[in-house]
């Protein structure tokens, strides 16, 4: 059967801290990254092999992008809003693969759930009208839990090992996170206390209402940057899902390379937009 959870799976529980499989996808990606850039980077030279031709296009390629929107702070920028669109990047694209999402495991009702549904099958048991024989009460309890024994057994839910990490409402919500508070980190270092008076001016009503609505505007931010990811990445992986339970060869192809261009747009549109908010914060009060 298709299943479509609108939540990350829980895998396991490290000392006390839920590890899920969304979470697990992450450190593959950051493993995946941090071996590409040995790769590229352990043998620089002045006459660049595959490895580094590739690593300096990529780099130039995203610099000059960045720098068209950034203009002079291009440099003081550029380190996050790269790291940004390589994560979210490789993200999206690791959870188009074969096995994300199909491989994992079974996992049977825990204690708790199956005390709570046997309950709930003596309750619906002893609503029933109650017959004047004893003999036919002890049919229904032996009905009732040979009932719940059966639904014990066939509510045993499939787990994924994998999950794509941007289709985590989690996920997205910390990359905006991250984004919202390093615009104020490039706003304060930059600015100094001028960039406080965005948000707390007494100088008149004007300015403070001013202020106040600059705040709602930044927190707003958060939300607009995670679920537009989240949302975009989300729906693509179920359209695949639903496409490939419905025809499972050769149809999806065409849908899949749809989500690779997706992928790669939605990473290009979250870091430009960190890109513009960033200059935006630091050019705020420079005249």
């Known amino acids: 059967m298709l299943k479509i959870s609108l939540g990350a799976e829980q895998l396991w529980t490290v000392w006390g801290l839920p590890i899920s499989n969304a979470f697990v996808t992450t450190w593959v990606v950051m493993a995946l990254i941090i071996v590409l850039s040995f790769l590229a980077t352990r043998k620089i030279s002045l006459i660049p092999g595959n490895a580094q031709l590739i690593a300096e296009s990529i780099v130039g390629g995203l610099y ?3 720098s068209s929107i950034a203009g002079r702070h291009v440099k003081q920028f550029f380190p996050i809003v790269a790291s940004l ?10 959870g188009l693969l074969p096995g994300v999402g199909t491989v994992g495991f079974y996992r049977s009702l825990t204690h708790e759930e199956q005390i709570v549904e046997s309950k709930g ?6 609503g029933e ?26 509510k045993a839910e499939f787990i994924p090992l994998f999950r794509s990490a941007t289709a985590d409402l989690n996920m997205t919500l910390a990359l905006a996170i991250v984004a919202v508070i390093a615009m104020q980190y490039y706003g304060v270092l ?13 100088k008149s009503p ?12 930044d927190i707003s931010k958060v ?5 537009r990811l989240f949302g975009n990445i989300f729906a693509g992986e179920v359209l695949l899902a639903v496409i490939a339970f419905l ?31 960033f200059s935006v914060a630091v050019a705020h009060g420079e005249e």
């Not at 002890?138 to 014990?152: C, F, G, I, R, V």
């Not at 004007?206 to 505007?217: A, D, H, K, N, T």
């Not at 149809?251 to 899949?256: H, K, Y």
Request: net charge negative; charged share 15%.
């Open 85 to 94: 669109f390589l994560f979210i990047l490789l993200a999206n694209w690791v």
């Open 121 to 126: 099958v003596e309750q619906s048991a002893k």
């Open 223 to 227: 939300i607009s940057f995670a679920f």
């Open 190 to 202: 930059n600015l100094g206390k001028n960039y406080i008076s965005r948000f707390i001016n007494f």
């Open 64 to 66: 000059d992008f960045f």
């Open 206 to 217: 004007i300015l403070f209402g001013v202020g106040l609505l600059e705040l709602v505007s």
């Open 129 to 154: 009208a109650e017959a004047p024989i004893v003999e036919d009460a002890h049919k229904k309890d032996a009905t009732a839990a040979s009932t719940a024994s059966e639904s014990k057994e066939e």
């Open 247 to 277: 025809m499972p060869f050769i149809v999806p192809l065409p849908f899949l390379m749809m989500e690779l261009f997706v992928g790669l747009i939605q990473a290009l549109v979250f870091s430009m937009l960190a890109t513009v908010f």
